[in-house]
């Protein structure tokens, strides 16, 4: 019995990740990266040193249990909660395997490799807000399906997912308005995490001109406050907003 369930579990795992073909019972051709993969370098895995790499489909089976400790959702599940097809999470688990081998995310890790996008300026707290976002379940740790779901919503949302998504992210005590403390936590992280030697040089000034900036399109009835309700109508009467949300439309 603990044979069978171990060799399910493999089973499991490549059709996930598309390392094994269930007609021919061999690996499929490689594939060319993609941008999906590019974003996965976003998300480095808790276990960094036993990573392997993207050519590594034929690893050993104990190597693979003993690497593995978070098992996701089966393939037809993902598909039902996504809106990608069983080829996209394919590769979208074979590069998330890749980089964590545990299946999982930690806070730490995630900063430190986020870091390295930004050399020039600290990415440490606009990293902490991204992760929060994206650990949903509020247990410190990112699984595939966290990571899956919230790029769906990104990716292949409609224009209220995304912008529900983005509310989300800026509403860091999650009370369902946002506040100009928050914002202002949220501008400082991405002036610090873009640097003091970028091009044209910014102001000190510059992350509180931008929330007040913010506040005087959002905050409709002047409370004090962004709710939801006008966060989402003042951006979908901003074009340049509408605009930057159908960026996404094409990447996979």
Known sequence: MKTKNREQSLSDSR???????????????????????????????CTPSVAASVSQCNVEDDFELSTVCHRPEG?????????FNKKELQVLYRGFKNECPS??????????IYS????????????????????????????????????SIILRG?????LNWAFNLYDLNKDGCITK????????SIYDMMGKYTYPFMQDEAPREHVESFFQ???????????????????QKDENIMQSMQLFDNVI
Do not use: W
């Open 158 to 162: 409609t224009i209220n997912d995304r």
């Open 217 to 235: 399109k959002m905050d409709r009835n002047n409370d004090g406050v962004v709710t939801i309700d006008e966060f989402i109508e003042s951006c």
């Open 103 to 112: 299946g999982v995310v930690n806070e730490e890790t995630f900063k430190t």
């Open 181 to 188: 403390e928050e914002m202002m936590d949220i501008m400082k």
């Open 15 to 45: 059709e996930l990740d598309g390392s094994y073909d269930q007609l021919t019972g061999h690996p499929p051709k490689p594939v060319k990266k993609t941008i999906k993969q590019r974003f996965l370098k976003l998300l480095p895995c």
């Open 116 to 151: 390295t996008f930004f050399p020039q300026g600290d990415s440490g707290a606009y990293a902490h807000f991204l992760f929060e976002a994206f650990d949903t379940n509020k247990n410190g740790s990112v699984s595939f399906e966290d990571f899956v779901f919230g790029l």
């Open 75 to 83: 393939l037809d599940k993902l598909q039902e909660q996504t809106k």
